[in-house]
């Protein structure tokens, strides 16, 4: 399972690459917004779970109008917190210069909607790494650059934002250029990052991670569990490197209440995570899930149905606040992709590309906005007449 699993995470990168590359969007820098005057009044998230969170995936969206239908259905939701992707590769496209216009758009919007953001940075220039290497490859002598676009970041959006990602899934070779996972190469980014952004943001709180939930043993093609690449973090000192710890969890087809198991994938497993943290003298940190969720895609293996997916979602919250009080957020993978993949990926969306939300986004917005759960009126209403 952990094979497959992996494989079907850099399958859904991959495609999720062409797609964009074929939208004409390409990658050698970020694709313009077509900017419209949005006459947006300053809105508040209404809810009683602030554990509840979304990951969007703005940075390929190319009209403002979509980006704020994003976020507004985010708030709609009772999600006071968004994962967002700010790709170094857009930003800095030539070397030296950064454009910031896509992340000031975005951020303009999020505020906007009193929207909090978990940015995640990583994707390294065509400048930064070698021809013919993938946008996910960060050569040693980029580290350097990619701690100085952090810290530039960091400093630009202080007031708005302080929790930062470092990079996406270590972890997994086709988020580490398709080399092998190394733990002690990711330690180095780590900490050079983390110095920078210090410098310039001291009240920033640095994530490392989000590590990848796969059964991989060392010595695998594929990648290496996250258990093993986080232990191995520790010995390499990166615990003084990091502040909390992002994590990717996900249910497939058991129950979130499923006990963990080092030789299974599900919902709890994060638990053995934060054993590492615990034996490593970091129990003070917190964790956040910035992936996480249930497919509900008709033809795949590890789906479940729509009905099972709501109901798994909204238990999952409710054991996470139960149980976990280290949690700092649960946050749903994902909101919305720009384009329906027209794929098993479609089954993790809470909306479709073109915004009809799906049962599980109205049970989530009753359990956040503390309303019956269950009870959510998502069916169009009979016809009377």
Not at 156 to 179: C, K, M, V
């Amino acid at each position: 399972m952990s094979h497959r699993f992996a494989r079907k995470k850099t399958v859904f990168a991959l495609g999720l690459l062409t797609i964009v590359a074929l939208a004409g969007l390409g990658w050698a820098g970020a694709p313009p917004i077509a900017e419209q005057p949005l006459d947006v009044p300053q809105q508040v998230v209404q809810t009683q779970k602030p554990q509840v969170c979304a990951h969007t995936l703005l940075e390929n969206e190319v009209e403002a109008v979509k980006i704020l239908r994003s976020l507004e259905m985010t708030r709609e939701l009772g999600a006071a917190t968004i994962v967002q992707f700010f790709p170094w590769a857009y930003v800095e496209s030539r070397q030296g210069h950064y454009d910031w216009a896509r992340a000031d758009s975005i951020l303009r919007l999020a505020r906007l909607q009193g929207l909090r953001i978990i940015a995640r940075l990583g994707l390294t220039p065509g400048w930064a790494r070698p021809t013919g290497t993938t946008l996910t490859f960060l050569p040693d002598a980029a580290f350097a650059a990619f701690a100085d676009y952090a810290a530039a970041f960091a400093a630009r959006y202080a007031t708005d934002i302080q929790h930062i990602i470092i990079w996406n899934e270590p972890n997994l070779s086709a988020e580490w250029g398709f080399q092998p996972a190394d733990p002690a190469r990711y330690a180095r980014l780590l900490a050079v990052s983390y110095a920078r952004i210090k410098q310039v943001n001291p009240a920033a709180v640095v994530l490392a991670g989000a590590l990848a939930p796969t059964l991989e043993k060392a010595g695998s093609s594929v990648g290496l569990n996250e258990l093993d690449f986080l232990e191995a973090l520790y010995k390499q000192g990166a615990g003084d490197h990091f502040d909390a710890l992002a994590v990717h969890t996900y249910g497939f087809r058991a129950p979130p209440e499923a006990p963990p198991q080092p030789e299974r994938l599900n919902f709890r497993r994060v638990e053995l995570l934060r054993e590492v943290m615990v034996n490593n003298g970091d129990s003070h940190k917190t964790i956040h899930i910035t992936e996480s969720g249930w497919n509900d895609h008709p033809r795949w293996l590890h789906a479940v149905r729509p009905s099972q997916r709501a109901a798994y979602t909204i238990r999952a919250y409710q054991y996470a606040e139960a149980h976990w009080d280290w949690l700092e957020a649960l946050c749903i993978w994902a909101l919305r992709y720009p384009v329906d993949l027209r794929g098993y990926p479609d089954g993790y969306t809470l909306i479709n590309a073109e915004f009809l939300a799906k049962p599980v986004y109205y049970e989530l917005k009753a359990y956040a906005r503390g309303w019956s759960v269950g009870e959510a009126l998502w069916l169009p209403a009979p016809d009377t007449g």
